[in-house]
Each structure stands twice: as C-alpha cells, then as structure tokens.
C-alpha cells in the first residue's frame, strides 16, 4: 500500500492519499483519500455500469410504462421544452431524476453512518466518494453519447444538446474534488445531499407534467401546479444554494488549491461552476415559458 502524506487546508491534522490498487478502496478510514489515477479508473468502470443500468435496462421499462398512458400519443404530437422530441426528453428526464435521487440516498447513508462503520464491506467513507463518482458518470457517459450521435442525442437537437454541454461541463471539471478532505466535511455531505435531492425529486416531476392532458382546463391547471412545485424547487436548489454555499465551498477550494501550487485546478473548478450557472438560468427560464404556456391554455379553454 502507497501512502502519501499532505496537510489539509487548516493545517492541523496529516491526511494521506490511499494509492493501493486499480480502484478507490472500499476500506477508505478517516483521513485516507483516494488517488487521482483511482478517482479516473472509478468512474471509467462506475461510467460503463451506468450506461448499461440505465440505458440498456431501465430506459425500456421506464418506455414501457410511460407509453400506456392515455397522453403518450398526444406528448409524441408536442416539442418538449428543451428537445423537439417531447417523448425522449420525458424519459430522459425521468430517468436523470432517479439517478439523481439514487445518488443523494447513497450520500445520506454515507453521511448518517458512523466513521468506521461498512455496509457490506464497504466503509462510509468509500461509499460516499462511489456515491459522488456515481453522480459524474453520468455526465461521462452523456459526453460519449453526444460524441456517438446516440439517444438521446440522435437527432442533434441544438438546443438540447447545448444545454446538457453546460451541465455536464460541471462534472468533467470537478470530479477531482470527489474524495478530497473537504468533500468529506459533514456541512459539504449536507450541501451535497441538498442539491441532489431536490433537483431529482424535480426532475421525477417533470414527466407527470408533461403528461397532463392539455386540452382542458383541469389538465392545465394540474400542469401548472406541478410546474409551480417545480419551479420552487429550482429557485431553492439551483439559486439560492447554488449561489450561496456552493459558491462559498468553490472559494474554499481555490484558497486550498493555491496554497498546493495547483492554481490551474481552481480554474477549471470555477470554469465547471459558471457552466452549471448558466444551465440553471436556461432551465430556470424554460420553466417561466412553461407557467405562461398553461396559463394561457386556462384563459383560453373553454372546458
């Protein structure tokens, strides 16, 4: 085993990076962190197990079971909000929102687990840093899906495709701080928990919206009531959040990567935060369009 000590940003305690075997140690203790080559091969394997989990097994169920609902047809009729296919942007999302939620629940029982403890052999410590690879091997495997013109990205939807660039720019940049002893902070865990949480349980949201049935007043007004959840849901998670203690974390983190001569890594930090930041505006502005659309639809439905 390859032990390399380095101090954390107060100073005050010695933590060590773990470079023992392929991948990040299920048996990571208190102040061991994994190496960067381990966090690379993680996700590279976390990235294959993704796509075929979702991809090749869920995103046919999840089809199956969206498409006998009496609006499938009437939602195959429609753009979508992002994407010209509304029926794929509804799975897409719908399968990003358990994904999402997935990841958040794993990082909770991380979290709530005592220092030490496993589950199955698997310290809460490990777990939290596969909870968080997890999270960015989505955004990996989404990259290579554009690269390859696969679903959901066959048709080149520019609108969709530059959206999802934005987001997923957040997780190429910052999947090094995964595993890191700030990551490890129970304020950090929180925030984690926090935003994940809430833009998958928006995210699950979104299909039973696009699904309302449109032609009538009472369809609408479900839609709109769901997108005013939604939309609250955003301004806490993606606003205030996001801007507030996310970005107080991300100048911690410059501090810290400064004072390791590894200024570069703060650029790119911030580089992936801005990105997320605009991907938030887009979406935040999507669903303002969405709220005028229902609403209109109310005013002028006769039934």
Request: proline share 2%.
């Amino acid at each position: 085993m390859s032990l390399s000590k380095t101090s954390n940003v107060k100073g005050e305690e010695r933590t060590f990076v773990r470079d023992d075997g392929n991948f990040v140690p299920s048996d990571l203790q208190e102040g061991e962190h994994p190496s960067l080559r381990q966090r690379l091969q993680t996700i590279g394997a976390l990235s294959g197990v993704y796509y075929v989990v979702t991809h090749k097994l869920f995103r046919p169920i999840l089809t199956l079971l969206l498409s006998k609902h009496p609006q499938w047809k009437a939602l195959g009729q429609r753009k979508g909000t992002f994407n010209k296919n509304a029926q794929d942007e509804v799975i897409y999302i719908g399968m990003a929102g358990v994904h999402h939620v997935f990841c958040a629940a794993l990082a909770q029982y991380a979290r709530m687990a005592k220092e030490g403890s496993t589950l199955n052999g698997i310290s809460n410590r490990s777990l939290y840093v596969y909870a968080g690879l997890t999270e960015f091997a989505f955004e990996w495997v989404d990259f290579a899906l554009m690269a390859m013109k696969m679903w959901p990205y066959q048709d080149r939807d520019p609108k969709f495709t530059a959206l999802l660039i934005f987001h997923h720019l957040f997780g190429l940049l910052n999947f090094q701080a995964t595993g890191t002893e700030q990551s490890h902070r129970d304020d950090v865990k929180g925030l984690t928990v926090k935003l994940l949480g809430v833009a998958g349980i928006g995210c699950l949201c979104y299909p039973v919206q696009q699904l309302c049935d449109l032609s009538t007043k009472q369809g609408n007004r479900r839609a709109l009531l769901i997108n005013s959840f939604n939309m609250i849901c955003h301004v806490y998670v993606r606003f205030y959040l996001y801007f507030t203690q996310a970005r107080q974390l991300f100048q911690e983190v410059e501090i810290h990567l400064k004072q390791k001569n590894q200024s570069h890594l703060a650029k790119y930090s911030w580089a992936g935060y801005h990105s997320l930041s605009v991907f938030n505006v887009i979406v935040f502005l999507g669903g303002l369009q969405k709220m005028a659309q229902y609403a209109k639809n109310i005013r002028t439905l006769k039934k």
